[in-house]
Structure formats: structure tokens, C-alpha cells
T-cell receptor
């Protein structure tokens, strides 16, 4: 158990809909990262938040957005869903933004999104 | 852009048969190289971080090594419970994201 929690575990929805994925980082971790894992693309970085502020962005679609709240939990919002958005979505956390000896990112169990 | 290539894609081993996984990387200034283990449908589990060429780290039957261009994950006398996908990732300078390879799926038969 990494200490990172994600809800829900599974999500089944229809094209065009909007969903929210939630992540709670490990106690004491300030950074939250979101990754998407699909069969053809592997694990891809989407976005990072550090202590409530956006720190880095990957190839995140404009239909996707995220935020980190004062209690450090984070939400990933996916809208206008398409079939190709079906994937595993992982949240990871680290102590800092990624510097020094506290680089390690610890991953949650993931949310499996199925878009029908 | 950071690039990570893992080989082989899949590895089938007999219990006790040692082997190595390769991770080749291209990054302008490596901040860290990370190894993770992932079981089907689960989140990646952190194994090691390596920071500089020549560094080695061990955990049970696993040993990770790092050169300037690649990293190896050695599995010594594997057991069936070592069956998993092993992922390699790099972090570049001024960069917080992890760039992952496609992984090596290891199957250990009893």
C-alpha cells in the first residue's frame, strides 16, 4: 500500500459525458501527478500540482483539467469523453516537486475509465 | 524530448534462472532513473532510484545498476512471485514528470 488513494476504482460512462477522478496523496506529500496508461501509449504524464499550484503540464488534452485543493487532494476532470479516453488513470505523489533525494513518486491504485 | 527504451518486451524464466532487463535512455541531464514494478490492473510500485553512473541498489532478488546511457535490472534466482511488468522511467533537469518506457513483462514459471 503506497498511501495514495484514488476513487472511484472503476468508472463506466458514455461518450460526451464528464467525470471527476479523485486522488488523496500520501500524508506529508505536497506534489500530485496525474498519469494516463493505455495499451498503445503506455504511461503518459498529464499534469503536476505542487502545494495547490500547477507546476508542469504534459500532453494533456484541453478537455481535461485538474486542480489541487488546500487539503492537498486533487481532482482530474475529463469532459466530452471519447472512446479513446478509456484507460487507467493514476495519481502519484511525492514529498517535494521532485528535487533532491525526495524524487520518488508513489502511485495510487488507479481508476479504470471505460467510455462506451 | 526524453526517450526510454526497454528490452526485451517480454521475458519468460524458469524459477531460479537469473536474467537482466535493459533500459536505454536519452535525456539531457539525468536527474534520476527509476524502476517500478507493476502487477496487472494495479498501480506501479516503486523499487529503486539511481542518480549517477556507477550507482547500484539492491532489494531482495533485484539489483539495479546505472551507466551513462542505460540501466539494468538484474533478477537473481527469481521466484514466481517476481512475475510482473517492470517499468523504467527517467526524470530530466528542471523536470518533475517521469517519462516511462513501455516495460518488460517477466513471467517466472515454477
Amino acid at each position: 500500500d503506497s498511501g495514495v488513494t484514488q476513487t472511484p476504482k472503476h468508472l463506466i460512462t458514455a461518450t460526451g459525458q464528464r467525470v471527476t477522478l479523485r486522488c488523496s496523496p500520501r500524508s506529508g506529500d505536497l506534489s500530485v501527478y496525474w498519469y494516463q496508461q493505455s495499451l498503445d501509449q503506455g504511461l503518459q504524464f498529464l499534469i503536476q500540482y505542487y502545494n495547490g499550484e500547477e507546476r508542469a503540464k504534459g500532453n494533456i488534452l484541453e478537455r481535461f483539467s485538474a486542480q489541487q485543493f488546500p487539503d492537498l487532494h486533487s481532482e482530474l476532470n475529463l469532459s466530452s469523453l471519447e472512446l479513446g479516453d478509456s484507460a487507467l488513470y493514476f495519481c502519484a505523489s511525492s514529498v517535494r516537486g521532485g528535487t533532491g533525494s525526495y524524487n520518488e513518486q508513489f502511485f495510487g491504485p488507479g481508476t479504470r475509465l471505460t467510455v462506451l | 524530448e526524453d526517450q526510454v527504451t526497454q528490452s526485451p518486451e517480454a521475458l519468460r524464466l524458469q524459477e531460479g534462472e537469473s536474467s537482466s532487463l535493459n533500459c536505454s535512455y536519452t535525456v539531457s541531464g539525468l536527474r534520476g532513473l527509476f524502476w517500478y514494478r507493476q502487477d496487472p490492473g494495479k498501480g506501479p510500485e516503486f523499487l529503486f532510484t539511481l542518480y549517477s553512473a556507477g550507482e547500484e541498489k539492491e532489494k531482495e532478488r533485484l539489483k539495479a545498476t546505472l551507466t551513462k546511457k542505460e540501466s539494468f535490472l538484474h533478477i537473481t534466482a527469481p521466484k514466481p512471485e517476481d512475475s510482473a511488468t517492470y517499468l523504467c522511467a527517467v526524470q530530466g533537469p528542471g523536470d518533475y514528470k517521469l517519462s516511462f518506457g513501455a516495460g518488460t513483462t517477466v513471467t517466472v514459471r515454477a
